[in-house]
C-alpha cells in the first residue's frame, strides 16, 4: 500500500477492525440559520451529508442497536466507531450535546466518539465536555472538521463562513486535549490549483491531523454551486487531473496521517455532477494505479518541516 489506510490505522489503534456508526442528531448549522449566515456553503444541500443516515428522530441508542446488528452480523465486528455525521454538532446547546454522546458513549462496543463540526464552533466549554464524557467512559475522541482548501480566497468564494485561522486554532486545542483529529478536504474545487493542494498538504502536516478524508465536489441539486454550473460560470477539472492532484496532494502529506477516503460520493438523484459518473471505487483503483505507475506514496516529498540545516 502506498498510503496509510485508514482500516490499517485504526487496527494498530483498536487491535482489530473497527466500523463507524453513522449517528444523526438535530444540529443545524449557524451559516445556514443567520447566525454567521444564511443558506450555508455554496455546495451544501439542504440534506446536508446525512443521506444515508437514519433519521434524527430515533435515539441515539436505537440508530446505534440498528446499524450495530446489521454491520456486527455482517462483517463479524465487535468494535465500533459512534459518527456523529451530518451538520455542525457542536452547534447544539451543550447540554443536548452532552446527552446525546454520553448515551453512545454507554454502549460497551463503542471504543471511540467521533464528532464532525466546524472549526469556528468549537468553544473551550464544548470541547472540556467532551474530554469528560470520553474520561468518564473511556472512550477514545475524534474531531471531524470541515477544511476543504488552504486556500482563503477559496473559502470565501464557497461561503464557509470561517478563514483559515479558525481552523488552525481549533485543531491546536483540540490535539491539547490528546484528540485525534480528521480534517475533510475538497481536491477540485473551481477556484484552487494544484500548488493549492500542496499548501493544503503542507498545513495538515504541520498541524499534525491524525487522517483526512479527501472529496471531489458534487453538484447538489438546487443550491448555489449548481446555478453556477449550469450558467457555466465554473468549469471543473477532469478525472484524469483529479487523480493527478490526489497523487501529488498524497505525496506533499505526512506518511503518519491516515486517508480515511480518496473520493466521496453522493445520490446521483439529488446532484447534477457527480465523481465524472464514476463509481467511487474505480477513481479510487485508478489513484491506487497512478501511484504505482509513477513508482510514488504518500510522504515522498515530505521533507518541508523542521527547518533546513544550511550548515552555516
Known amino acids: 500500500m502506498r498510503y496509510t489506510a485508514y482500516s490499517d490505522y485504526q487496527r494498530l ?42 433519521p434524527d428522530s430515533w435515539s441515539v441508542s436505537r440508530q446505534l442497536e440498528e446499524n450495530i446488528n446489521y454491520i456486527g452480523k455482517k462483517y463479524h465486528a465487535k468494535k465500533f466507531s459512534a459518527y456523529f455525521q451530518n451538520y455542525t454538532n457542536t452547534f447544539l446547546p451543550l ?60 473559502l470565501a468564494k464557497i461561503n464557509r463562513g470561517h478563514s483559515l485561522a479558525e481552523f488552525i486554532d481549533a485543531v491546536i486545542r483540540i490535539k491539547k486535549l490528546g484528540f485525534s483529529c480528521c480534517a475533510h478536504v475538497i481536491v477540485n474545487l473551481p477556484w484552487d490549483e494544484d500548488e493549492d493542494m500542496i499548501e493544503t498538504a503542507k498545513i495538515l502536516s504541520a498541524l499534525k491531523v491524525d487522517s483526512i478524508k479527501l472529496h471531489a465536489l458534487y453538484i447538489e441539486k438546487n443550491t448555489p454551486m449548481a446555478t453556477l454550473y449550469l ?45 465524472w459518473n464514476t463509481s467511487w471505487w474505480k477513481i479510487r483503483d485508478l489513484i491506487e494505479a497512478e501511484l504505482e505507475e509513477n513508482d510514488t506514496w504518500q510522504g515522498k516529498r515530505f521533507d518541508y518541516l523542521g527547518g533546513i540545516d544550511y550548515g552555516k
Open 231 to 275: 450558467n457555466r460560470d465554473i468549469e471543473l477539472i477532469s478525472l484524469e487531473a483529479y487523480v493527478k492532484r490526489v497523487v501529488t496532494f498524497l505525496e506533499y502529506l505526512d506518511p503518519s496521517i491516515a486517508i480515511q477516503r480518496l473520493v466521496g460520493r453522493a445520490p446521483a438523484e439529488d446532484t447534477l455532477f457527480c465523481n
Open 13 to 54: 489503534k483498536y487491535g482489530e477492525k473497527t466500523y463507524k456508526i453513522p449517528i444523526n442528531i438535530p444540529a443545524g448549522c449557524p451559516n445556514r440559520d443567520g447566525t454567521i449566515g444564511l443558506g450555508g456553503c455554496i455546495f451544501c444541500g439542504e440534506k446536508g451529508t446525512g443521506f444515508e443516515n437514519l
Open 95 to 154: 447540554t443536548d450535546l452532552s446527552a446525546f454522546l454520553a448515551e453512545a458513549a454507554a454502549f460497551p462496543s463503542v471504543v471511540e466518539l467521533c464528532i464532525s463540526t466546524r472549526p469556528d464552533c468549537l468553544p473551550s466549554r464544548y470541547l472540556d465536555e467532551i474530554a469528560r464524557i470520553g474520561a468518564e467512559h473511556n472512550k477514545e475522541i475524534c474531531i471531524e472538521l470541515g477544511l476543504q482548501t488552504a486556500n482563503y480566497h477559496t
